[in-house]
Protein backbone atom coordinates (compact mmCIF):
# COMPACT_ATOMS: atom_id res chain seq x y z
CA UNK A 1 0.00 0.00 0.00
CA UNK A 2 2.48 2.61 0.93
CA UNK A 3 4.69 1.83 -2.67
CA UNK A 4 1.44 2.77 -4.40
CA UNK A 5 1.16 6.25 -2.66
CA UNK A 6 4.55 6.59 -3.66
CA UNK A 7 3.97 5.96 -6.91
CA UNK A 8 0.80 8.02 -6.90
CA UNK A 9 2.62 10.72 -5.23
CA UNK A 10 5.74 10.68 -7.66
CA UNK A 11 3.26 10.93 -10.74
CA UNK A 12 1.23 13.66 -9.50
CA UNK A 13 4.62 15.85 -9.14
CA UNK A 14 5.32 14.94 -12.39
CA UNK A 15 1.84 15.42 -13.90
CA UNK A 16 1.71 19.15 -11.96
CA UNK A 17 5.36 19.96 -13.03
CA UNK A 18 5.74 18.72 -16.68
CA UNK A 19 2.28 18.89 -17.40
CA UNK A 20 2.46 15.14 -18.19
CA UNK A 21 -0.89 12.59 -17.74
CA UNK A 22 0.71 9.41 -16.01
CA UNK A 23 -0.92 6.95 -14.90
CA UNK A 24 -0.36 3.81 -12.31
CA UNK A 25 -3.01 0.94 -12.68
CA UNK A 26 -1.83 -2.70 -10.63
CA UNK A 27 -1.59 -5.62 -12.70
CA UNK A 28 -1.60 -8.40 -9.70
CA UNK A 29 2.49 -7.95 -8.51
CA UNK A 30 3.53 -5.25 -11.06
CA UNK A 31 2.66 -1.62 -11.34
CA UNK A 32 2.24 -0.69 -14.40
CA UNK A 33 2.87 3.50 -15.59
CA UNK A 34 1.77 4.38 -18.78
CA UNK A 35 0.80 7.49 -20.23
CA UNK A 36 -2.88 8.82 -20.81
CA UNK A 37 -2.01 11.61 -23.19
CA UNK A 38 0.29 9.40 -25.61
CA UNK A 39 0.99 10.74 -28.99
CA UNK A 40 -2.70 11.04 -30.16
CA UNK A 41 -1.16 9.97 -33.74
CA UNK A 42 -0.69 6.45 -32.38
CA UNK A 43 -2.81 6.66 -29.83
CA UNK A 44 -4.61 3.89 -30.63
CA UNK A 45 -1.71 1.15 -31.09
CA UNK A 46 0.04 2.24 -27.52
CA UNK A 47 -3.73 1.56 -26.04
CA UNK A 48 -3.45 -1.96 -28.15
CA UNK A 49 -0.29 -2.50 -26.55
CA UNK A 50 -1.28 -2.04 -23.11
CA UNK A 51 -4.77 -3.94 -23.37
CA UNK A 52 -2.56 -6.99 -25.00
CA UNK A 53 -0.01 -7.24 -22.38
CA UNK A 54 -2.69 -7.01 -19.07
CA UNK A 55 -3.32 -10.96 -19.32
CA UNK A 56 0.71 -11.78 -19.23
CA UNK A 57 1.62 -8.60 -17.07
CA UNK A 58 -0.76 -9.98 -14.23
CA UNK A 59 0.92 -12.99 -13.63
CA UNK A 60 4.13 -12.05 -13.25
CA UNK A 61 5.51 -13.33 -10.08
CA UNK A 62 7.62 -10.14 -8.76
CA UNK A 63 6.58 -7.52 -7.74
CA UNK A 64 8.33 -4.41 -9.86
CA UNK A 65 7.75 -1.11 -11.55
CA UNK A 66 7.15 -1.32 -15.40
CA UNK A 67 7.28 1.87 -17.46
CA UNK A 68 5.51 2.13 -20.51
CA UNK A 69 6.96 4.85 -22.73
CA UNK A 70 6.80 7.58 -19.76
CA UNK A 71 10.05 9.98 -18.81
CA UNK A 72 11.02 11.88 -15.38
CA UNK A 73 10.16 7.95 -13.44
CA UNK A 74 14.05 7.50 -12.73
CA UNK A 75 13.56 7.66 -9.19
CA UNK A 76 10.79 4.97 -8.94
CA UNK A 77 13.60 2.65 -8.80
CA UNK A 78 14.32 3.10 -5.42
CA UNK A 79 10.90 1.78 -4.43
CA UNK A 80 10.76 -1.51 -6.30
CA UNK A 81 12.91 -3.22 -9.94
CA UNK A 82 11.90 -0.85 -12.41
CA UNK A 83 11.37 -2.20 -16.09
CA UNK A 84 10.99 0.39 -19.10
CA UNK A 85 9.06 -0.70 -22.61
CA UNK A 86 9.28 1.56 -25.56
CA UNK A 87 7.94 1.57 -28.96
CA UNK A 88 9.29 1.75 -32.19
CA UNK A 89 7.23 3.24 -34.97
CA UNK A 90 9.30 5.03 -37.31
CA UNK A 91 10.84 2.95 -40.77
CA UNK A 92 14.10 1.65 -40.55
CA UNK A 93 13.65 0.26 -44.13
CA UNK A 94 15.31 3.69 -45.96
CA UNK A 95 17.52 3.89 -49.00
CA UNK A 96 20.80 5.81 -49.02
CA UNK A 97 20.56 9.30 -49.44
CA UNK A 98 17.27 9.88 -47.13
CA UNK A 99 17.37 12.43 -44.54
CA UNK A 100 17.78 11.42 -40.61
CA UNK A 101 20.14 8.90 -41.36
CA UNK A 102 22.63 9.91 -38.69
CA UNK A 103 22.56 6.42 -36.84
CA UNK A 104 21.57 4.16 -39.57
CA UNK A 105 24.14 1.29 -40.50
CA UNK A 106 24.43 -0.02 -43.99
CA UNK A 107 22.00 -3.26 -44.15
CA UNK A 108 22.03 -6.55 -46.04
CA UNK A 109 18.70 -6.35 -48.18
CA UNK A 110 18.99 -5.11 -51.73
CA UNK A 111 16.60 -2.07 -52.95
CA UNK A 112 14.67 -3.17 -56.14
CA UNK A 113 16.14 -2.17 -59.54
CA UNK A 114 19.28 -0.37 -57.99
CA UNK A 115 22.51 -1.70 -57.18
CA UNK A 116 22.58 -0.10 -53.60
CA UNK A 117 21.27 -1.69 -50.41
CA UNK A 118 19.04 -0.43 -47.93
CA UNK A 119 20.55 1.12 -44.92
CA UNK A 120 19.05 0.21 -41.16
CA UNK A 121 17.78 3.29 -39.53
CA UNK A 122 16.80 3.11 -35.58
CA UNK A 123 15.58 6.84 -34.98
CA UNK A 124 16.03 7.72 -30.78
CA UNK A 125 18.43 4.83 -30.82
CA UNK A 126 20.07 5.77 -27.36
CA UNK A 127 16.40 5.84 -26.09
CA UNK A 128 15.16 2.46 -27.48
CA UNK A 129 18.99 0.83 -26.68
CA UNK A 130 18.45 1.96 -22.68
CA UNK A 131 14.98 0.11 -22.23
CA UNK A 132 14.59 -3.25 -21.22
CA UNK A 133 11.88 -4.34 -24.24
CA UNK A 134 11.13 -2.26 -27.16
CA UNK A 135 7.74 -3.48 -29.44
CA UNK A 136 7.85 -2.32 -32.91
CA UNK A 137 4.80 -2.24 -35.62
CA UNK A 138 6.07 -4.16 -38.68
CA UNK A 139 7.72 -7.73 -39.36
CA UNK A 140 9.56 -5.81 -41.81
CA UNK A 141 11.41 -3.39 -39.91
CA UNK A 142 12.09 -6.85 -37.57
CA UNK A 143 13.67 -8.45 -40.91
CA UNK A 144 15.77 -5.62 -42.02
CA UNK A 145 17.12 -4.94 -37.97
CA UNK A 146 17.66 -8.84 -37.66
CA UNK A 147 19.43 -9.43 -40.75
CA UNK A 148 22.56 -7.22 -39.29
CA UNK A 149 24.73 -8.37 -36.87
CA UNK A 150 25.60 -4.97 -35.48
CA UNK A 151 22.10 -4.78 -33.65
CA UNK A 152 22.62 -8.21 -32.33
CA UNK A 153 21.64 -6.98 -28.57
CA UNK A 154 18.72 -4.66 -29.70
CA UNK A 155 17.35 -8.04 -31.51
CA UNK A 156 16.93 -9.28 -28.57
CA UNK A 157 14.77 -6.82 -26.63
CA UNK A 158 12.61 -6.44 -29.81
CA UNK A 159 9.29 -7.72 -30.38
CA UNK A 160 6.77 -7.28 -33.20
CA UNK A 161 2.80 -6.46 -32.42
CA UNK A 162 0.95 -5.73 -35.53
CA UNK A 163 -1.51 -3.14 -35.43
CA UNK A 164 -4.59 -5.55 -35.46
CA UNK A 165 -6.62 -2.72 -33.78
CA UNK A 166 -10.28 -3.19 -34.09
CA UNK A 167 -12.29 -5.61 -33.94
CA UNK A 168 -13.76 -7.84 -36.67
CA UNK A 169 -17.33 -6.77 -37.02
CA UNK A 170 -19.24 -8.63 -39.85
CA UNK A 171 -21.83 -6.01 -41.06
CA UNK A 172 -18.64 -3.35 -41.54
CA UNK A 173 -17.40 -6.27 -44.06
CA UNK A 174 -20.41 -6.06 -46.26
CA UNK A 175 -20.29 -4.25 -49.44
CA UNK A 176 -24.19 -3.18 -49.26
CA UNK A 177 -23.12 -0.75 -45.96
CA UNK A 178 -23.45 2.10 -46.65
CA UNK A 179 -20.11 4.23 -46.27
CA UNK A 180 -20.02 8.30 -46.84
CA UNK A 181 -16.56 8.60 -47.72
CA UNK A 182 -15.81 7.05 -51.03
CA UNK A 183 -11.78 7.25 -51.55
CA UNK A 184 -9.64 8.93 -49.21
CA UNK A 185 -6.14 9.93 -48.66
CA UNK A 186 -4.62 10.91 -45.29
CA UNK A 187 -2.22 12.92 -45.73
CA UNK A 188 -1.13 14.85 -42.57
CA UNK A 189 0.69 17.61 -44.49
CA UNK A 190 -0.78 17.11 -48.45
CA UNK A 191 1.41 19.81 -49.72
CA UNK A 192 4.96 17.96 -49.07
CA UNK A 193 6.06 17.69 -52.61
CA UNK A 194 5.93 14.05 -53.35
CA UNK A 195 1.82 14.02 -52.02
CA UNK A 196 1.16 17.29 -53.70
CA UNK A 197 2.15 15.86 -56.78
CA UNK A 198 0.38 12.94 -56.35
CA UNK A 199 -3.08 14.52 -55.87
CA UNK A 200 -2.31 16.43 -59.12
CA UNK A 201 -1.92 13.24 -61.21
CA UNK A 202 -4.81 11.96 -59.40
CA UNK A 203 -7.16 15.31 -60.56
CA UNK A 204 -5.56 14.70 -63.99
CA UNK A 205 -7.05 11.17 -64.05
CA UNK A 206 -9.96 12.35 -63.55
CA UNK A 207 -10.37 10.19 -60.15
CA UNK A 208 -12.18 11.85 -57.20
CA UNK A 209 -10.50 11.71 -53.79
CA UNK A 210 -10.49 13.59 -50.40
CA UNK A 211 -7.76 14.26 -48.64
CA UNK A 212 -8.54 13.86 -44.65
CA UNK A 213 -6.17 15.11 -41.88
CA UNK A 214 -6.38 16.52 -38.05
CA UNK A 215 -8.64 13.16 -37.58
CA UNK A 216 -7.42 11.31 -34.73
CA UNK A 217 -9.64 9.88 -31.59
CA UNK A 218 -12.56 9.01 -34.22
CA UNK A 219 -10.50 7.28 -36.99
CA UNK A 220 -11.91 3.70 -36.38
CA UNK A 221 -15.67 5.75 -37.17
CA UNK A 222 -13.89 7.30 -40.47
CA UNK A 223 -12.29 4.22 -41.53
CA UNK A 224 -16.07 2.36 -40.84
CA UNK A 225 -17.46 4.82 -42.84
CA UNK A 226 -14.85 4.98 -45.86
CA UNK A 227 -14.68 2.30 -48.95
CA UNK A 228 -11.43 2.85 -50.46
CA UNK A 229 -8.00 3.67 -48.93
CA UNK A 230 -5.13 5.78 -50.68
CA UNK A 231 -1.50 4.68 -49.40
CA UNK A 232 1.40 6.23 -50.82
CA UNK A 233 5.23 6.74 -49.08
CA UNK A 234 5.96 10.09 -47.47
CA UNK A 235 9.24 9.97 -49.39
CA UNK A 236 11.17 8.17 -52.16
CA UNK A 237 13.26 7.02 -49.38
CA UNK A 238 11.19 5.63 -46.47
CA UNK A 239 10.04 2.23 -47.75
CA UNK A 240 8.80 0.36 -44.58
CA UNK A 241 4.79 -0.52 -45.68
CA UNK A 242 2.70 2.38 -43.34
CA UNK A 243 0.76 -0.85 -41.62
CA UNK A 244 -0.21 1.30 -38.69
CA UNK A 245 -2.84 3.03 -41.18
CA UNK A 246 -3.03 0.02 -43.62
CA UNK A 247 -3.90 -3.10 -41.39
CA UNK A 248 -6.51 -1.05 -38.81
CA UNK A 249 -8.12 0.46 -42.28
CA UNK A 250 -8.59 -3.17 -43.81
CA UNK A 251 -10.16 -4.52 -40.60
CA UNK A 252 -12.81 -1.90 -40.98
CA UNK A 253 -13.57 -2.86 -44.19
CA UNK A 254 -11.65 -0.38 -46.00
CA UNK A 255 -10.25 -1.71 -49.47
CA UNK A 256 -7.10 -0.57 -49.48
CA UNK A 257 -4.85 0.85 -52.60
CA UNK A 258 -0.88 0.78 -51.90
CA UNK A 259 2.27 2.02 -53.65
CA UNK A 260 4.11 -1.33 -53.61
CA UNK A 261 6.79 -1.88 -51.13
CA UNK A 262 9.54 -4.38 -50.33
CA UNK A 263 9.26 -7.18 -48.28
CA UNK A 264 5.48 -7.12 -47.97
CA UNK A 265 4.82 -11.05 -47.95
CA UNK A 266 6.43 -10.81 -44.49
CA UNK A 267 3.34 -9.37 -43.09
CA UNK A 268 1.01 -11.60 -43.48
CA UNK A 269 -1.96 -10.02 -45.46
CA UNK A 270 -0.48 -8.54 -48.36
CA UNK A 271 -2.51 -10.51 -50.86
CA UNK A 272 -6.05 -8.66 -49.44
CA UNK A 273 -4.66 -5.16 -50.85
CA UNK A 274 -4.42 -3.51 -53.95
CA UNK A 275 -0.80 -2.70 -55.02
CA UNK A 276 0.48 -0.68 -57.97
CA UNK A 277 3.59 1.40 -58.81
CA UNK A 278 3.43 5.00 -57.48
CA UNK A 279 2.29 5.77 -61.66
CA UNK A 280 -0.25 2.80 -61.98
CA UNK A 281 -2.14 4.34 -59.25
CA UNK A 282 -4.48 6.19 -60.69
CA UNK A 283 -5.65 3.67 -63.32
CA UNK A 284 -5.95 1.33 -60.60
CA UNK A 285 -8.19 3.85 -58.33
CA UNK A 286 -10.32 3.83 -61.33
CA UNK A 287 -10.73 0.34 -61.63
CA UNK A 288 -11.90 -0.48 -57.53
CA UNK A 289 -13.81 2.60 -57.98
CA UNK A 290 -16.02 2.11 -60.91
CA UNK A 291 -15.74 -2.38 -59.76
CA UNK A 292 -16.29 -1.54 -56.12
CA UNK A 293 -18.39 -4.35 -55.67
CA UNK A 294 -16.21 -6.96 -57.50
CA UNK A 295 -12.97 -5.82 -55.52
CA UNK A 296 -14.92 -6.13 -52.40
CA UNK A 297 -15.96 -9.46 -53.45
CA UNK A 298 -13.05 -10.65 -53.76
CA UNK A 299 -10.95 -9.10 -50.59
CA UNK A 300 -13.42 -9.44 -47.89
CA UNK A 301 -15.29 -12.50 -49.09
CA UNK A 302 -12.33 -14.21 -49.73
CA UNK A 303 -12.81 -17.59 -47.25
CA UNK A 304 -9.20 -17.20 -45.82
CA UNK A 305 -9.27 -13.10 -44.85
CA UNK A 306 -11.48 -13.55 -41.58
CA UNK A 307 -9.29 -16.06 -40.33
CA UNK A 308 -5.92 -14.59 -41.23
CA UNK A 309 -7.19 -11.47 -39.46
CA UNK A 310 -7.51 -14.02 -36.55
CA UNK A 311 -3.96 -15.41 -36.46
CA UNK A 312 -2.79 -12.28 -36.38
CA UNK A 313 -3.96 -11.27 -33.27
CA UNK A 314 -3.62 -14.11 -31.75
CA UNK A 315 -0.01 -13.90 -33.17
CA UNK A 316 0.30 -10.61 -31.02
CA UNK A 317 -1.11 -12.38 -28.35
CA UNK A 318 1.68 -15.23 -28.08
CA UNK A 319 3.83 -12.28 -28.63
CA UNK A 320 2.89 -10.20 -26.20
CA UNK A 321 3.58 -13.49 -23.85
CA UNK A 322 6.53 -13.95 -24.77
CA UNK A 323 7.69 -10.31 -24.60
CA UNK A 324 6.63 -10.36 -21.00
CA UNK A 325 8.74 -13.72 -20.05
CA UNK A 326 11.36 -12.22 -21.61
CA UNK A 327 11.13 -9.23 -19.29
CA UNK A 328 10.54 -11.29 -16.09
CA UNK A 329 13.84 -12.73 -16.83
CA UNK A 330 16.02 -9.40 -16.87
Given at each position: ??????????????????????????????????????????????????????????????????????????????????????L???????K???R??A??????????????????R????????????????????????????????????????????????????????????????????P??????????????????????N???????????D?????????????????????????????I????????????????Y?????????????????????????????????????????????????K????????
Amino acid sequence: MLVNHLIGFWLFLVNFFKRRNYRCTQLSKVYWVSNGSYDRVIKDYYEYIEQILSKPLSKVNQHCIIIFNCDFLGPLHYLLPTKKICLQIEHTLVKPGARDLADAIAGVIEVPNSPDRYMVRISNSSLLLSSDLVFDYSRINLFNIFQASYFDVYSKKLFCISPALYRLEPDCLEQLKSRSFNTITLFGNPDEPRRKKFIFDLESSGVKSQNINNIFSRIERLYRDTRILINIHQTDHHDTLEELRILPALRCGVIVISEKSPLVELTGYSKYIVWGELSELPAIILDVQNNYEKWHQKIFHNPGFISRMNRITRRNELVAIKAIEYLSKL
